[in-house]
């Protein structure tokens, strides 16, 4: 199963503000989507953090981290990098040494770079074939289990454009961006059905899953 858990959206649709920076990775605004992430127990527990709070946005959040074998993400989730990747591949992505995923992840780019082994457990391979060759390796490397999908708002729009999303959770945020990177447009969300939705005052859960 290819699963989409946590994706941030504010309440006009938008899954990333505009003018995204090194500094600013998810855009003017954007970084308030996460907010309520990391004041759930588990989110602290991924930051090293005690405390937080349980509930719905807790069960969310931990759900989200059980029962994967592997996650493909955008080359604009790894990195700020474009183009070809520079000459040193110093480059190892947003999180440290460390990374919270703990299993192989596959990176889609148009430029190829050899594996990079972190630790933890985390494996970034780099995909020049496309989205579905990136699913492929993904699910050989799982061994049984699910594949994460992971941002951005247009590597989840190409893998729901080809019917390949089995499950979309999205975490609607009380915040308007007014622009940026709009997740839904016409089509996209064919074949899916909306079979759960719950609320807390940090965040709408909707979860819609394929037939």
Not at 57 to 83: C, H, K, S, W, Y
């Amino acid at each position: 199963m290819l699963r989409v858990h946590n994706f941030c959206i504010s309440v006009d649709g938008y899954g990333a503000g505009p003018d995204q920076t090194l500094e600013d990775p998810i855009g003017a605004g954007g970084e308030r989507l996460h907010d309520w992430l990391f004041e759930t127990r588990t989110g602290r527990q991924m930051t090293g953090r005690e405390g937080g709070s349980e509930g719905i946005d807790d069960e969310m959040i931990a759900a989200g981290q059980t029962g994967l074998g592997a996650t493909i993400m955008g080359r604009n989730m790894f990195g700020p990098v474009r183009g070809p990747w520079a000459a040193d591949e110093s480059w190892t992505g947003w999180w440290g040494a460390d990374p919270p995923y703990h299993h192989p992840v596959f990176v889609l780019t148009r430029h190829a770079r050899p594996s990079v082994t972190m630790q933890g457990g985390t494996v970034f391979h780099f995909v020049t074939g496309g989205i579905e060759a990136a699913l492929e390796q993904a699910v050989d490397a799982a061994g049984g289990l699910d594949v994460r999908l992971g941002g951005g708002v247009s590597t989840i729009q190409q893998y729901l454009r080809a019917g390949l999303v089995d499950q979309l959770h999205v975490a609607i945020i009380p915040i308007v961006l007014g622009r940026g990177e709009r997740l839904f447009a016409d089509g996209l969300t064919d074949g899916l059905t909306c079979t759960r939705m719950v609320a807390s005052d940090a965040a709408t859960h909707m979860i819609l899953s394929r037939a």
